[in-house]
């Protein structure tokens, strides 16, 4: 079954503490994205990855590291988390775009839940 | 900067009913992307629809694009209490960004 699996989906840590999200999928997508979701705010992107190798900073960066150094996985790594980073992580994936500029279908992880106290 | 703004941010109707979502967004995209998610759960693709079309049909949904408005919308037709989800707009262009969504709630 085509899938993006992510692990732990809850996980309730304190503050400083190293954590590292998995993601992983078996679509073999070029582009993985990592999102958080917060009340109010919608989707936030955090990190995105155009191929193995290739990281880039989304739109809230601050406070977290990725590394791609295979095509199905993507860790999102907290190195001192912050209760400010408490959210709902979303990691998605997708095949390259039909045409240059766009974005094709994401396809979304069942999500992480992360309370940093 | 969100490119997609939804309205309503709330919609309760009656089962059977139509359900219409709105999306605005602020600068040019490539194509225009909407998603449902379920309370809690990863989002869902439903429709993709490029800048150079204005209508297109999936099932049961049906999504205009006018780009001279910047505006989408995404009409549910004989809705069901399974649709009930939050729904969200994405804009592409180079990056694909989205809105807050619109909570739709359909009561049996």
């Known amino acids: 079954e085509a899938q993006v699996t992510q692990n732990p989906r809850y996980l309730i840590t304190v503050t400083g503490k190293k954590l590292t999200v998995t993601c992983s999928q078996n679509m073999n997508h070029e582009y993985m994205s990592w999102y958080r979701q917060d009340p109010g705010l919608g989707l936030r992107q955090i990190y995105y990855?155009?191929?193995?190798?290739?990281?880039d900073k989304g739109d809230v960066p601050e406070g977290y590291k990725v590394s791609r150094k295979e095509k199905r996985n993507f860790p999102l790594i907290l190195e001192s988390p912050s209760p400010n980073q408490t959210s709902l992580y979303f990691c998605a994936s997708s095949s390259p775009p039909a045409l240059a500029g766009e974005d094709g279908e994401q396809f979304f992880g069942p999500g992480t839940r992360l309370t940093v106290l | 900067s969100q490119q997609g703004e939804e309205d309503p941010q709330a919609l309760s109707i009656q089962e059977g009913e139509n359900a219409t979502m709105n999306c605005s967004y602020k600068t040019s995209i490539n194509n225009l992307q909407w998603y449902r998610q379920n309370s809690g759960r990863g989002l869902v693709h439903l429709i993709l629809i490029r800048s150079n079309e204005r209508e297109k049909h999936s099932g049961r949904l049906r999504v205009t694009l006018d780009t001279s408005k910047k505006s989408s919308s995404l009409l549910i037709t004989a809705s069901r209490a399974a649709d009930t989800a939050s729904y969200f707009c994405?804009?592409?262009?180079?990056?694909?960004?989205f809105g807050k969504g619109t909570l739709l709630t359909v009561n049996p």
């Open positions: 990855s155009m191929n193995v190798e290739v990281t």
């Open positions: 994405a804009g592409s262009n180079y990056k694909l960004t």
